[in-house]
């Protein structure tokens, strides 16, 4: 299985539930200035749901379907829309991990989402560009904390590790309780995390971030991202590589003791 997702290709979810939006609106003759004003919206975002370029929120969505008599047709849109929740181009990735058994990663400028606090997500995520609305935030941010199950929550434990270059601890948004959250992880039986310094990156740790998966049956995935486009692939050649890659960051990168006593000192130093 490989794909590439691009983000101005939307969900299909998002697509279908938009036309019916419109399809229903205009059948009820109710102007999209009406089910903009009902709902607590402009125009403009009624037409970039009916186009499928936004997710049609719950709230248009409920209040669509009393407005042009749809008797819970529009609303029942809600279950599947919960679904996409992440960005397109990562929701493939996020059914695999759902299956994984082992999950290494190595993060060269973010902290990893599964190691993210609330506040360090909502950073990210409400300043993305293009901006979200205020329900999309909301629903993203609770879908990664939802994520972060994964942690302790599976039987048997999800075999975790998590290499970040030491960029990723420098940036502004990472403040003390995000480093402190970063070793109370660490403390897990199942969790393995590992700091890169700056001085002991070789060229492979500056090629951006990735992701090894190993599910129940036993297959392999390499999941690479960049800023406009990602690929999920099981192809035997771009798993090795991938694999190659990481396992050369995680020889250079400190051991789990060192990287912890890395990161309290961190702590300390904003105290």
């Known amino acids: 299985m490989s794909g590439t997702h691009n983000n101005n290709q939307p969900p299909v979810a998002w697509r279908y539930s938009g036309n019916q939006l419109k399809r229903w609106r205009v059948k009820a003759d109710v102007s999209r200035e009406e089910l903009a004003s009902a709902a607590n919206y402009s125009p403009e975002t009624i037409a970039s749901m ?13 209040v669509a379907d ?13 279950e599947y829309l919960n679904r996409e929740r992440f960005p397109a181009r990562a929701q493939d990735f996020m059914e695999r991990e759902k299956e994984a058994i082992s999950r290494w990663s190595y993060d060269v ?37 939802e994520r972060q199950a ?17 960029a990723v601890l420098r940036a502004p948004q990472v403040d003390a309780e995000q480093l402190r959250r970063l070793l109370e992880v660490a403390r897990l039986r199942n969790v393995v995390v590992q700091v890169l310094p700056f001085e002991r990156a070789v060229p492979a740790a500056l090629m951006g971030p ?28 771009v798993v090795s ?9 995680r020889t250079q990168a400190l ?15 904003r105290e």
Not at 50 to 62: A, Q, S
Not at 126 to 138: C, F, H, Q, Y
Not at 210 to 237: K, Y
Request: proline share 8%; aromatic share 6%; hydrophobic share 40%.
């Open 241 to 249: 590589r991938v694999t190659e890659r990481l396992s050369m960051i």
């Open 150 to 166: 994964i942690l302790t929550e599976r039987k048997p434990p999800v075999g975790l590790s998590f290499v970040l270059y030491e």
């Open 50 to 62: 009916e186009r499928g370029v936004r997710m049609p929120t719950p709230r248009v969505l409920d």
């Open 255 to 269: 051991g789990p003791d060192e990287s912890a006593r890395f990161i309290e000192r961190m702590v300390d130093s």
């Open 109 to 145: 400028s973010l902290v990893p989402g599964l190691l993210q606090t609330k506040g360090y997500a909502r950073a990210l995520i409400d300043n993305r560009i293009p901006p979200l609305d205020e329900e999309t935030v909301e629903e993203r941010i609770a879908a990664r904390m």
């Open 210 to 237: 990735m992701v090894l998966l190993e599910t129940r049956d036993h297959e392999r995935f390499a999941f690479t991202e960049g800023p406009f486009a990602s690929e999920l692939s099981a192809d035997p050649g």
């Open 66 to 78: 009393e407005l042009c008599g749809a008797e819970g047709l529009l609303s029942a849109a809600k």
